[in-house]
């Protein structure tokens, strides 16, 4: 499966709608289970911009999805690109949003558009905007191949990890502790379920369509609470 290439210039809608989100204040996110998030001024574009979007429960999702995604890479002592891994973490889910919900287009292609736009303001190159895009795109698709970008495989793992358990046992009780007690799940289980159901009834060819049965039933079963 390809995603397709980003647009070399901002479409206009989404990246208005991004820039005054974008421009407000950033929470302090400091340094969680020894991972320490990115400081750049794309990073905190994106971490703001989710934060005013998404419900708590959205955010915290795509917090802890960075935070298990990075603890994966260490533990499995893998080199990444940590700011394209954060941005596109935290909005990987921005286009289930309200705001930036699309009547047609699927959510994860809404997403990968909304990163690209925002990291090309701030003068990304057209390969790494298409290495971002092509891991917030793929992180729904059914399966990976190992040879895949190292960006890919891990978004796909922090969100797995957080959605479904998904390689949990390999991240240490105390780190999901801490991570958990930050950033608490808030009725995850149930109203991501609801947000997937609703993307699936609104557009029955996309992946989250396709995936959702057997993707509820993993969530239900997810070791942890809420």
Do not use: N
């Amino acid at each position: 499966m390809t995603s397709p290439t980003p647009p070399e210039g901002a479409s206009g809608d989404l990246a208005d709608q991004a820039r005054p989100l974008a421009a407000g204040p950033r929470h302090d996110l400091g340094r969680l289970a020894d991972i320490r998030v990115p400081d750049s001024a794309a990073a905190a574009d994106a971490e703001r911009l989710a934060c005013a979007e998404s419900s708590p429960m959205l955010y915290g999702h795509a917090l802890r999805s960075y935070f298990y995604a990075a603890l994966l890479a260490a533990r499995d002592g893998m080199r990444y690109d940590q700011e394209l891994l954060y941005v596109g973490c935290v909005l990987h889910d921005i286009g289930l949003t309200p705001r930036f919900a699309d009547p047609i287009r699927p959510f994860e292609h809404v997403s990968a558009d909304t990163c690209a736009e925002l990291v090309e303001r701030h003068g990304w190159a057209l390969p790494r905007r298409y290495r971002l895009h092509r891991a917030v795109v793929l992180h729904m698709a059914p399966t990976l191949p190992p040879a895949e970008d190292t960006e890919v495989l891990l978004l796909e793992a922090g969100v797995a990890c957080d959605v479904t358990g998904a390689r949990s046992r390999e991240v240490s009780a105390r780190a999901i502790d801490e991570l958990l007690t930050r950033y608490p799940r808030a009725g995850f289980k149930r109203e991501f379920t609801q947000l997937l159901r609703s993307e699936a009834a609104r557009k029955p060819l996309t992946h989250a369509a396709l995936l959702l049965q057997g993707l509820e039933e993993r969530i239900a079963e997810a070791p942890f609470a809420g």
